[in-house]
């Protein structure tokens, strides 16, 4: 079946801000006296901090300072965000706009509160609300990755089937996400996973990062909105 829409994790997928994430993270571990190694961590992004602390340090050190753990976590990424710019990964903007064109409907989807997403847009450059046609944030879901909840929201969002849909995203809890919803995923490797890793968890194909899922968009849609497309 063409697919009709394409629902794009954030960070990694379309920003490079994993790095900038763990960074946070273990500073504030590291500030609550707990020493977690940043390989650790690299292991846990893409999922939401409610799952990620318990991943990390058990749900005895949740209970005690999961909250404040997200709450430094938001502050020290907010800074980063602050003082440097997180780059976009090439042709984020492009493809967007060659979805459109073809009449392909797109929906932005993450675990992350509005306060981190306007963050990163404004260090990155780009204007998430606008970039594509629906955007689901932390606001629009009550259990985050590896839950699909963030997936079947975007699915009421963009008035579509999942068998209508692909997930684009660079973890296995975004291929995990969308195979829970019935969406297939197609995984990139930008944002630090080797395709090995996105492969086993459901990811098929893997593309390097946006720009080469724009070079096979056709052969990904399967199709749809072809007219006037590469």
Request: with cysteine.
């Amino acid at each position: 079946m063409p697919r009709r829409g394409l629902i794009f994790d954030i960070d990694g997928t379309l920003v490079d801000s994993n790095p900038a994430h763990v960074e946070a993270w273990e500073a504030a571990f590291t500030a609550h006296g707990y020493p977690v190694t940043r390989e650790r961590i690299e292991r846990e992004i893409g999922k939401g901090g409610d799952k990620l602390v318990p991943a990390i340090l058990g749900e005895a050190a949740e209970e005690r300072d999961g909250e404040s753990l997200r709450e430094r976590h938001t502050e020290e990424f907010l800074a980063i965000a602050g003082r440097r710019s997180l780059r976009a990964f090439r042709r984020v903007p492009e493809i967007f706009e060659t979805l459109r064109a073809r009449g392909v409907r797109t929906a932005l989807a993450t675990s992350s509160a509005r306060e981190h997403l306007e963050a990163l847009g404004r260090s990155a450059g780009l204007e998430f609300d606008s970039l594509g046609d629906e955007l689901v944030t932390a606001d629009d879901i009550e259990e985050t990755k590896p839950a699909p909840d963030v997936v079947h929201a975007a699915l009421g969002k963009l008035g579509l089937d999942p068998e209508e849909c692909l997930m684009v995203g660079d973890t296995p809890y975004d291929a995990e996400a969308a195979r829970k919803a019935g969406v297939g995923c197609v995984g990139v490797t930008s944002g630090g996973n080797e395709a090995s890793v996105l492969a086993r968890a459901g990811a098929s194909p893997v593309v390097r990062d946006i720009a080469e899922l724009e070079e096979r968009l056709n052969s990904i849609l399967g199709g749809a909105g072809l007219q006037g497309g590469r």
